[in-house]
């Protein structure tokens, strides 16, 4: 790590933390509106995630605004804050689809499958932002994420081909294929995530 003549800011490794505990917690709950076969599909329990990762979005860009010298590069404690943000913004999204469009229709097996690999891939991230203070042993975080994204892109395919082969009506292709879009690209978002920290890392080694 590079060496500094001031002492950083540590507090926002504490909030980035807190941000990655918040997108494992509201994928494990998008993960059970989607399974919820049977349920009224509320969003209420994802849309609380979506507001503490708004409120500690801004904890980290009033820290950053108010801070000399930070841990890592400005632009980069931003970026990621931003990643950390979009990524709950898109899983609330999925939410408020399934509970606009789909209602109590059962889901898809695929949509299902992407909700389980997004679960995977935010406790990596957890692991992935444990280790950034230190900036040691992120790679089989890393690999781990990136096989998990092919696996969505997979699932996602397979979707595709399920949603045209005539299984379905005209309607509810559209309204399926809508969702499992969604998904896909709250997927990458967490991928995202994880190429801002290999880059931040790549900096100070």
């Known amino acids: 790590m590079r060496f500094r003549l001031l002492p950083s800011d540590e ?3 504490t909030l980035f933390d807190a941000a990655a505990a918040n997108i494992a917690e509201c994928a494990r709950r998008l993960s059970h509106v989607i399974a919820d076969d049977n349920g009224d599909r509320s969003t209420d329990a994802v849309r609380e995630c979506e507001h503490e990762g708004d409120e500690l979005t801004r904890q980290i860009l009033q820290r950053l605004n108010s801070t000399f010298v930070t841990p890592f590069d400005r632009e980069d404690i931003h970026e990621l804050a931003e990643k950390l943000d979009d990524v ?3 899983m609330q999204a999925v939410a408020a689809r399934m509970q606009l469009i789909v209602q109590r229709r059962p889901a898809i097996p695929e949509l299902k499958q992407q909700a389980d690999v997004m679960v995977q891939m935010a406790e990596r991230i957890v692991n992935l932002m444990g280790r950034l203070e230190s900036m040691k042993g992120i790679q089989d975080d890393l690999e781990a994420i990136d096989q998990l994204e092919s696996q969505g892109d997979t699932i996602y ?18 309204r399926w294929k809508d969702m499992v879009e969604a998904m896909e690209a709250a997927i990458n978002t967490v991928e995202d995530i994880s190429n801002v920290i290999e880059s931040i890392v790549l900096k100070h080694a």
Not at 157 to 174: I, M, T
């Open 11 to 13: 507090g926002f490794f």
């Open 88 to 90: 709950v913004d898109d």
């Open 157 to 174: 395919r397979e979707a595709l081909v399920r949603l045209f082969s005539g299984e379905y009506d005209a309607l509810d292709v559209v």
